[in-house]
């Protein structure tokens, strides 16, 4: 009987102690995403304003004011973000309607536009005729989509390619993004939708991510009633980040 109770005790111990590990690697890494992602805009809002003070040129004005304006609508997109952490486990809160998913990838496209073409990305797309409405709540799916977008596009190479497909049956939609970049290890794939998790070379690629736009979705995709799903052949074989949602009839 004390043998049981010893190994009750002893497992119990452990099972603080790693909670207590994992609740302190949180805070911890919580308090150090917050303060070098404000940081970061914040550092460019500075220094962009105070070369104003020196110039004159209109060009070059304008060229500041587009820099602000960047900085800006990504200190209100990290905002959105952390402040969205409660409210989207609340499913009450979702204003679901039928929605064009052509219509929400179509517009997440043009929001990063730029980055493909500086990065001379080769991006394939389908016209997606057949595509049927979806009932969704239209900010929190382009949030996803946006998330899987913007992460293919960091984690590919200049020159690289992306292409995004679809699959539809009469009980669901799968919405992939493919990618040839950086691909995903056996641990990371483990770890994706873990809060605050993200890869070594990932930090290294992408300074400014959070790790909490993945932990979102799947919540995200779950109050839908649908999934998300990833895969990878390995370091440097490219990834494959899928959505699936319900056909609603």
Same mark, same amino acid.
């Given at each position: ?10 497992? #119990? ?7 207590? $590990? ?8 919580? %308090? ?28 070059? *004005?304008?060229? #500041?004011?587009? #820099? ?12 959105? $973000? ?35 073409? *500086?990065?001379?990305?080769?991006? *394939? ?26 992460? #293919? ?8 390619? $992306? ?48 790790? %909490?736009?993945?932990? %979102? ?33």
């Amino acid at each position: 009987m004390s043998t049981i109770i010893i190994i009750v005790l002893v497992l #119990a111990f452990l099972f603080l102690l790693r909670y207590t $590990i994992n609740t302190h690697t949180n805070e911890k890494s919580f %308090l150090s995403i917050i303060n070098h992602t404000f940081r970061t805009p914040l550092t460019n809002i500075k220094w962009v304003s105070d070369s104003l003070k020196s110039e004159t040129s209109f060009e070059k *004005q304008t060229e #500041a004011a587009q #820099a602000i304006s960047i900085s800006v609508n990504r200190l209100l997109e990290i905002i959105d $973000i952390i402040g969205g952490i409660k409210d989207v486990k609340n499913r009450s809160s979702y204003d679901l309607k039928a929605v064009s998913m052509r219509e929400v990838i179509e517009t997440a496209i043009g929001k990063y536009r730029e980055p493909l073409n *500086q990065k001379k990305i080769t991006f *394939q797309v389908p016209t997606f005729i057949d595509m049927p409405l979806l009932t969704v709540d239209t900010k929190r799916i382009s949030f996803v989509i946006d998330a899987l977008l913007e992460n #293919a596009i960091f984690y590919t190479k200049e020159g690289g390619h $992306i292409t995004i497909t679809s699959n539809i049956n009469k009980h669901a939609v799968t919405l992939s993004i493919h990618d040839d970049g950086i691909g995903l290890s056996w641990t990371e794939k483990y770890n994706l939708y873990n809060r605050f998790y993200r890869g070594n070379l990932a930090k290294k690629m992408n300074t400014d991510g959070t790790g %909490l736009s993945l932990y %979102l979705s799947k919540i995200i995709m779950e109050r839908h009633h649908g999934s998300i799903k990833a895969s990878s052949g390995g370091r440097d074989h490219g990834s494959t980040f899928s959505i699936i949602l319900p056909v609603t009839r």
